[in-house]
């Protein structure tokens, strides 16, 4: 299993970055569990969401708190609302998107911790709360691919 590259910044517990129309909260971070899981909660914006893509060397997991998300794992489509509960082991394609008109939001999960959390961190932006969406504009796709590279995380054509 790969360890966690260092990042410019680590994240602290309570910040809030911006990445791909998602606000993501650091809850518990690697530095907080001895580095066995992070746990941030996300909202997200309607339509928004993480286009396809692999963690080679992360799990994920996912509990929907409000709203209706729509997950893709591997070739399968599914909506999920409250209460529901998404596991993604490593290497398994999928992604996720917001089909309701209002902000959704839920709990992520990444084991082991540090990975995914350094790469929100790199990739997104700094926010000042978990409330406001900052202007939506296109994603450097360019950019977080190669951040995502160095994670582990690897972009796959859109469905």
């Keep these: 299993m790969m360890s966690a ?10 910040s809030t970055v ?28 309607p339509g928004q969401g993480v286009p396809p893509h692999t963690q080679r060397d992360d799990s994920e ?3 929907v708190l409000e709203g209706e998300y729509e997950f893709f794992l591997g ?3 599914t909506i999920r609302g409250p209460g529901s509960f ?7 394609p999928h992604g996720f998107r917001n089909v309701g008109n209002a902000p959704a939001r ?3 999960i990444n084991l082991p911790g540090g990975l995914h959390e350094n790469f929100f961190v ?9 409330k ?15 951040i995502g590279a160095r994670y582990g995380i690897e972009m796959l054509p859109p469905r």
């Design 5 to 14: 590259p260092q990042s410019n910044t680590s994240p602290r517990t309570g």
């Design 106 to 108: 839920m709990l992520i």
């Design 132 to 146: 406001s969406f900052p202007p939506l504009s296109p994603p450097d796709v360019p950019r977080i691919m190669e």
């Design 75 to 77: 070739t399968a489509a």
């Design 18 to 45: 911006h990445l791909l129309g998602t606000l993501v909260t650091f809850k518990a971070t690697a530095a907080d569990t001895e580095g066995l899981f992070s746990l941030v909660e996300a909202t997200t914006a």
């Design 61 to 63: 997991a996912f509990y």
């Design 86 to 92: 998404v596991y993604i082991p490593r290497g398994t």
């Design 122 to 130: 790199e990739a997104g932006e700094a926010v000042p709360d978990a």
